[in-house]
């Protein structure tokens, strides 16, 4: 079930497939989705949730897996993909497609008032505390503190916001 809310604003280029297991996507009030974003259900039974004011810049990509979560006033940079999902993979003797997936780690939490550079990749079991930046490039697993900046590879905090 898709929801958007009257005063959100989803480009015509943008491509959100509904959930044909049931799970929700909800695009809160006065936020926004840019051309080329794609949010596919995938990979869980985990709902895609916005708040309000969240602006999601072009060739983004969710994957619902075990779910998305998003506070208000977070802003996603360009080229950004969301994967709280695992592929399963131990068994040798099968094809990984055959695999199925791991148990979740949580999906993905974002609080409000978060930066995400432009070409992250947010993995499942990311835990992105109120008013954290994450620099371009950055790869995201586990949880981040609040107000502090992060990049790098490996991801660590390089500065705070004061």
């Known amino acids: 079930m898709i929801e958007i809310h009257a005063t959100a604003k989803v480009s015509h280029l943008a491509d959100i497939e509904d959930s044909v297991r049931g799970t929700r996507i909800v695009v809160g009030a006065h936020s926004v989705i840019d051309s080329f974003v794609k949010v596919k259900p995938a990979g869980g039974t985990g709902d895609l949730v916005l708040g309000e004011h969240v602006v999601i810049n072009s060739g983004c990509v969710l994957y619902t897996g075990n779910g ?91 500065g705070a916001r004061t």
């Open 68 to 158: 998305i979560r998003m506070g208000n006033s977070v802003a996603i940079a360009a080229n950004c993909t969301f994967a709280p999902v695992n592929h399963a993979y131990a068994e040798r003797g099968r094809l990984i497609r055959e695999q199925g997936f791991q148990a979740s780690k949580g999906g993905i939490v974002i609080e409000d008032d978060v930066w995400i550079g432009a070409n992250c990749v947010l993995l499942d079991g990311a835990v992105l505390r109120q008013g954290c930046v994450v620099g371009a490039g950055s790869i995201v697993r586990g949880e981040l503190k609040p107000y502090t900046v992060y990049a790098g590879h490996p991801l660590r905090a390089v």
